[in-house]
């Protein structure tokens, strides 16, 4: 069953905005994940958060954890037309290891 | 670094013919394996996952079926495809649970 859900289910924003979309899950987890799907392909994986981590920026990608409110938000800075894609939050829950994926956010930039 | 092998790209069969989707791994060993298959425009759902030669965990009821004949090997099988079996298929590598999940590109099928 999916675990994690991203919010909003899309987004369009112009390129050199910030996007920002959020993702919540149910259980506790051992760390959470981002990944990057351009449409008609694989994920990529972008970045991956420890249950003990708040707070890790790759790039123009930055991640928060807060682990009270089961909650993570992906921002993604300076946004480019390249940035054209789906993304997804998952999840390894503590008593697992398998990832269970949200619906993803589809983010649509604007040249 | 993992190199995920996945064919065909698309697939075209009708409904009642037999499935055989084959994901092979290179670069790395003993890793975990995973199908997942994802609906247009949708999330993915997980169907198979096996952390070894011969251990399969099912995670949906289905006409679908795995195998792992050999370590670095995940096979997809049916014996007769539904309509509803159509969707993009999935593989998936990862080393364990705080590790990042590497993807094939990923099969279509389509049942007519």
């Known amino acids: 069953s999916q675990q994690g859900e991203e919010d909003p289910q899309a987004l369009s924003i112009q390129e050199g905005e910030n996007a920002t979309m959020n993702c919540s899950y149910k259980t506790s987890i051992n760390n959470l994940q981002w990944y990057r799907q351009n449409s008609g392909r694989g994920l990529v994986h972008l970045i991956l958060?420890?249950?003990?981590?708040r707070e890790k920026h790759s790039g123009r990608l930055r991640v928060t954890l807060d682990t009270s409110k089961k909650s993570s938000s992906l921002l993604i800075t300076a946004s480019r037309a390249a940035d054209t894609a789906s993304y997804f939050c998952a999840t390894a829950d503590s008593n697992d290891y398998k990832l269970s994926f949200g619906a993803g956010t589809t983010v649509t930039v604007r040249a | 670094s993992q190199t995920i092998h996945q064919w065909p790209a698309t697939l075209v069969q009708p409904v009642g013919s037999p499935l055989s989707l084959e994901c092979t791994v290179e670069?790395?060993?003993?890793?975990?394996l995973y199908w997942y298959r994802q609906a247009a425009g949708r999330g993915l759902q997980l169907l198979f996952y096996s952390v070894g030669i011969g251990q399969i965990s099912s995670e949906v009821p289905q006409n679908l079926s795995a195998s792992r004949p050999q370590d670095r090997q995940f096979i997809l099988s049916s014996k007769k495809l539904l309509l509803s079996d159509s969707g993009f298929y999935l593989c998936a590598v990862d080393r364990g649970p705080s590790t990042e999940a590497f993807f094939g590109q990923g099969t279509r099928l389509t049942v007519v």
């Open positions: 670069g790395t060993s003993n890793p975990n």
């Open positions: 958060i420890r249950s003990n981590e």
